[in-house]
Nanobody, 124 residues
Framework: QVQLVESGGGLVQAGGSLRLSCVSS????????MGWFRQAPGKEREFVAS????????VCADSVQGRCTISRDNAKSTLYLELNPLTPEDTAVYYC?????????????????WGQGTSVTVSS
């Protein structure tokens, strides 16, 4: 079965940068669109960024626009998310998600595989 394992979370100071990774296994990673979502304490899960199967199309949420870079290394079956600079509002559990088609998507309903999440805390 498909497994997605995130890493790279932790405690970061505001103004700093963050790079999260997500390693995929159980299927051919390069065939599918991927995304990042996050859920802050007491809030609903929200879209962060998405990327198409070859990385040619990317989209970032308005809340992280200009600070967000999503990328992928298909040879390593790994998805990345970089946020810079960070603000305390970026504090959340970040989830990697996989689609069953090749394009990007901003909607969580279009993702069928989810990781367990990695926690990010941004201190002011």
């Amino acid at each position: 079965q498909v497994q997605l394992v995130e890493s790279g979370g932790g405690l970061v100071q505001a103004g700093g940068s963050l790079r999260l990774s997500c390693v995929s296994s159980g299927r051919t990673f390069s065939n599918y669109g991927m995304g990042w979502f996050r859920q802050a304490p007491g809030k609903e899960r929200e879209f962060v960024a998405s990327i198409s199967w070859r990385g040619q199309n990317t989209v970032c949420a308005d809340s992280v626009q200009g600070r967000c870079t999503i990328s992928r290394d298909n040879a390593k079956s790994t998805l990345y998310l970089e946020l810079n600079p960070l603000t305390p509002e970026d504090t959340a559990v970040y989830y990697c998600a996989g689609r069953n088609t090749g394009g990007p998507s901003v909607s969580a309903e279009n993702y069928y595989h989810w990781g367990q999440g990695t926690s990010v805390t941004v201190s002011s």
